[in-house]
């Protein structure tokens, strides 16, 4: 959408199923200022709408939805994307649960001498600690699994992959979105009950140029491990979630995420960082002081 409107395009719509937009990296309350953005910029943004059908009349193009119609010049579809593993089946790999082929932590499949990577391998998350099994297709989750089988070939099977923190990250009309861990709604689903805050902060000192940040912080009720982080806000966000990622993969504990240093200068920072802030609020949430 963002790249139609910088091209003079008018009229862009964008009908989203789900309730909200980036409904696997953000919760429905971060969400809520990107999807304000879009539609100041021009977007005609529809969610929780269910396309039932795309027709051709002439030269338009007609999206059917439960109530009304879209005409347009052209539809672009988005349906998200599946490993393809006929070749593996065929060879008599093991397929997980989540569709991408099954390793052990050196990557080698039910075969030893067959390693998988990238977008095709199944792998885990270590963000809560127990291993669920996931399937990220990032370029990064690419980069580190076909470094370490590298390795491995190499040296012989040495080195263990380490999972994944399932970060994710983008930009979409000035803001920078970026996660790692886990929504509400995947926490939800794999049963954990997890106490979250929102906290609004800066990247350096406004008249600096710095730019704003929301963040919200998830962590696990009872043990206070964090597993989840979300961010939207201006340039250095993503560094920003680079540093949780770290924390969120080695359950750093919030009191010690609380006092870490961090690089300080008035136009690189500020003394007291919006994550640390955001971290102190989940403290004081969660009861762990």
Same mark, same amino acid.
């Given at each position: &959408?963002?790249?139609?409107?910088?091209?003079?395009?008018?009229?862009?719509?964008?009908?989203?199923?789900?309730?909200?937009?980036?409904?696997?990296?953000?919760?429905?309350?971060?969400?809520?200022?990107?999807?304000?953005?879009?539609?100041?910029?021009?977007?005609?943004? $529809?969610?929780?709408?269910?396309?039932?059908?795309?027709?051709?009349?002439?030269?338009?193009?007609?999206?059917?939805?439960?109530?009304?119609?879209?005409?347009?010049?052209?539809?672009?579809? &988005?349906?998200?994307?599946?490993?393809?593993?006929?070749?593996?089946?065929?060879?008599?790999?093991?397929?997980?649960?989540?569709?991408?082929?099954?390793?052990?932590?050196?990557?080698?499949?039910?075969?030893?001498?067959?390693?998988?990577?990238?977008?095709?391998?199944?792998?885990?998350?270590?963000?809560?600690?127990?291993?669920?099994?996931?399937?990220?297709m990032l370029a990064s989750h690419t980069n580190r699994s076909g470094r370490l089988v590298a390795r491995n070939i190499h040296h012989g099977p040495r080195f263990e992959y380490p999972g994944t923190c399932l970060p994710f990250g983008i930009e979409?009309?000035?803001?920078?979105? &970026?996660?790692?861990?886990?929504?509400?709604?995947?926490?939800?689903?794999?049963?954990?009950?997890?106490?979250?805050?929102?906290?609004?902060?800066?990247?350096?000192?406004?008249?600096?140029?710095?730019? $704003?940040?929301?963040?919200?912080?998830?962590?696990?009720?009872?043990?206070? $491990?964090?597993?989840?982080?979300?961010?939207?806000?201006?340039?250095?966000?993503?560094?920003?979630?680079?540093?949780?990622?770290?924390?969120?993969?080695?359950?750093?504990?919030?009191?010690?995420?609380?006092?870490?240093?961090?690089?300080?200068?008035?136009?690189?920072?500020? &003394?007291?960082?919006?994550?640390?802030?955001?971290?102190d609020r989940l403290l004081l949430a969660g009861g762990w002081f």
């Amino acid at each position: &959408a963002e790249g139609l409107v910088e091209r003079g395009f008018e009229g862009v719509t964008v009908i989203e199923g789900e309730d909200h937009v980036l409904p696997r990296a953000l919760d429905p309350d971060m969400a809520a200022g990107l999807e304000d953005r879009i539609r100041d910029r021009g977007v005609d943004l $529809r969610t929780g709408v269910r396309v039932r059908a795309v027709r051709t009349e002439g030269a338009e193009k007609v999206v059917a939805l439960p109530e009304g119609e879209v005409r347009a010049d052209f539809v672009l579809l &988005a349906t998200g994307v599946r490993p393809r593993v006929e070749l593996a089946r065929a060879a008599g790999l093991e397929i997980g649960p989540t569709g991408g082929v099954a390793v052990d932590p050196f990557l080698r499949t039910r075969d030893p001498s067959v390693y998988a990577v990238g977008d095709c391998m199944e792998t885990w998350e270590r963000v809560t600690g127990q291993r669920h099994p996931v399937l990220p297709m990032l370029a990064s989750h690419t980069n580190r699994s076909g470094r370490l089988v590298a390795r491995n070939i190499h040296h012989g099977p040495r080195f263990e992959y380490p999972g994944t923190c399932l970060p994710f990250g983008i930009e979409l009309f000035g803001l920078t979105v &970026a996660t790692c861990g886990l929504t509400g709604a995947l926490a939800e689903r794999w049963g954990l009950d997890t106490v979250a805050v929102r906290s609004r902060g800066v990247l350096a000192k406004p008249q600096l140029g710095g730019s $704003r940040v929301e963040i919200k912080v998830r962590a696990l009720r009872a043990t206070g $491990r964090v597993v989840g982080v979300q961010a939207v806000g201006g340039p250095g966000t993503a560094r920003l979630v680079d540093r949780a990622i770290l924390a969120v993969g080695e359950g750093v504990p919030p009191h010690r995420l609380s006092l870490t240093e961090t690089v300080y200068s008035p136009t690189l920072n500020v &003394a007291y960082d919006a994550f640390t802030q955001a971290v102190d609020r989940l403290l004081l949430a969660g009861g762990w002081f």
